[in-house]
């Protein structure tokens, strides 16, 4: 549905609507279908490591050395700061900016594997639809309508449209939720279990 331009709000308004919407849905919206992976090379001596430009929120980090694989734990950066300068295989990480740090600091070549929450794609005369809009145009509608309301001076029409978003979102995340499968006991091969009780305040 097209929304209608008024005296209040020009035509040229409505693609700022419909991101500032896309903004909140991407803030309130954690389903797997936002999910992605990304995989890279880290070399020796690297501390920083590139963010994804569509990352939210970090699911799962993980190293590998080709043969071992195991979990980086997420620390705040001031932490890591307190610690000595080290190299060694990378235990944690830390979000600085729009950067991953490791710690310690890669004592070799490695290859990390991120899985986390993308952006919702934003549409654009370039891009005309994406996931989200397939699974709730009415909540694309009215996330858009709820951002012009302030606009139109008109509270009723906000309490109006802000349920109507609300209750689409709500149901995406029902739609959206897959069934838990039978709980694994066993721990893959080649996964590395991480030494019980490390402190980082310690070291190794």
Known sequence: PRLSASNAVSAASIPDFISLAETHFSRVLRVRQMEARDVAPVAAGVEYGTVPTDWLETKTFSFTDGSVTWWLEPKPDEVIDEQWDRTGRPRFYAN???????????????????????????????????????????????????????????????????AKRDAALMEVRKATRTKAGRLRTDIPAGFHNRRAGFNIYQGW
């Open 96 to 162: 600085v900016a729009d950067e991953f740090r490791f710690y310690p600091v890669p004592d070799a070549n490695y290859t990390a594997q991120l899985t986390y929450y993308a952006a919702i794609p934003a549409l654009s005369d370039a891009n005309p639809a994406n996931w989200l809009l397939s699974l709730m145009p009415d909540g694309y509608l009215a996330g858009a309508m709820v951002e012009a309301a302030p606009m139109l001076r008109d509270n009723d029409a906000l309490e109006i449209w802000t």
